[in-house]
């Protein structure tokens, strides 16, 4: 079936240090990928998405390219900041599906 | 204005009771889902309805039955509570995945603690 595989955390960086979360995926469809920030207490945020091979999600200093060939979409950001600090939630949909299938989350940890 | 809001925010309850959980979206959307995410953080769909149609019940017990009295709004009643269903409870909504538009907005989510 379809599955959504993230790299374990929790991921402790110090601030202005690189971020990478690792993220594969298996569909049986060409899905849609997202990443969805989840931050203390709070539900979950659109990060950024991407809809088709070789695309690249951004947003808030944050990327993610579209692999088909890895089947991937890992997270980076070129530097950090404290309030970065919450969960990265890697997903899919597959075409015309009605659902996302999440990854189980990477906790990200940045201090100061 | 909030997109998509829940109510309410905590509920804290005792085993064997019912309880609902009300779900509003603003945004126009055909689309609405409920997920539930459990205390290691992993999240899962539980219902998804489309035009006040149920379209997914992922092995979801018979306790838990979902209501959609319009496309705006769709509502959770949990019936016989257990401790297992303590967790947090999002809802969600977006255009019909048919559209080139697929992204999903969240709710803040309902905390559920069931003693």
């Known amino acids: 079936g379809d599955s959504v595989t993230q790299m374990e955390g929790p991921v402790t960086l110090s601030e202005e240090a690189f971020l990478t979360i690792n993220c594969t995926y298996t569909a049986t469809g060409y899905p849609s990928l997202f990443w969805y920030v989840q931050y203390p207490g709070e539900g979950l945020q659109l990060l950024l998405k991407?809809?088709?091979?070789?695309d690249k999600g951004s947003n808030k200093g944050f990327e993610a390219t579209y692999r088909k060939e890895t089947t991937s979409f890992h997270l980076e950001k070129g530097s950090v900041q404290v309030s970065d600090s919450a969960v990265y939630f890697c997903?899919?949909?597959?075409?015309?599906?009605?659902?996302?299938?999440f990854g189980s989350g990477t906790r990200l940890l940045v201090r100061p | 204005d909030t997109a998509v809001s829940q109510t309410p925010k905590y509920l804290v309850t005792q085993m064997g009771n019912d309880k609902s959980i009300k779900c509003e979206q603003n945004?126009?959307?055909?689309?609405m889902y409920w997920y539930k995410q459990d205390s290691k953080k992993f999240l899962k769909i539980m219902f998804s309805y489309n035009n006040k149609e149920l379209i997914i019940n992922e092995t979801v017990p018979n306790r838990f039955s979902p209501k959609s009295p319009d496309k705006a709004h769709l509502n959770l009643h949990i019936n016989s509570l257990e401790l297992g269903d303590s967790a947090v409870y999002f809802c969600?909504?977006?255009?019909?995945?048919?559209?080139?538009?697929?992204?999903?907005?969240f709710g803040p989510g309902t905390r559920l603690l069931v003693l």
């Open positions: 991407a809809t088709k091979a070789d």
């Open positions: 945004l126009g959307h055909d689309t």
């Open positions: 969600a909504s977006s255009q019909d995945p048919g559209m080139s538009e697929k992204t999903q907005y």
């Open positions: 997903a899919l949909m597959v075409d015309s599906s009605y659902k996302l299938i």
